[in-house]
């Protein structure tokens, strides 16, 4: 095993200051091309960290893995068969140029999950698009606007 790899393990545990309960490890990209190694390298560090956490503690944990698919497309490359038009377009309103799935960010996120899959690594995918269009995140917003109003008002009140 790597060093810094328990080391990682280790400081998570002592964090955890006793408590039992299920934890979860994230790892995110954005699906502006395919997967490369960087983005793979990723998923696999995290789930190394986790898998040591797990022998380590005997915790359940899970991890999930993020596509920020809303951000918008702000390059084009050479081999990218992208039309111009789409710059600054969320990745998930790209349509996909395979015309194999529903958006160029989908064509990516597949390719992505096909990859973790070839590794065996256990993980939830989850897409900002399926957040944000099923309401996932509309109780975040709540609590950040009632939180930055609620200190606007007690600064306009001193």
Known sequence: MYPWIEQEALSL????????????FETGYGPSG???IGTVSEAIRTN?????????????????C???????LRKISKSCLID????????SAIPDPSNKHSS?????NYQLCKLLDE????????????CYTSGMFNKY????????IKSCLFCCLL
């Open 13 to 24: 545990i002592n964090r955890m200051h006793g408590q039992k309960r299920t934890v979860v």
């Open 34 to 36: 395919p997967p490369h």
């Open 48 to 64: 190394a960290v986790r898998k040591t956490f797990e022998q380590k503690t005997g915790l359940k944990t899970k991890m999930i």
């Open 66 to 72: 993020f596509s920020d698919d809303m951000d918008g």
């Open 84 to 91: 111009k038009k789409y710059l600054g377009t969320p990745l």
């Open 104 to 108: 160029y960010a989908e064509a990516m």
């Open 119 to 130: 590794f065996n690594i256990q993980y939830e995918f989850v897409s900002a698009t399926s």
């Open 141 to 148: 917003y709540v609590w950040y606007y009632y939180t930055m």
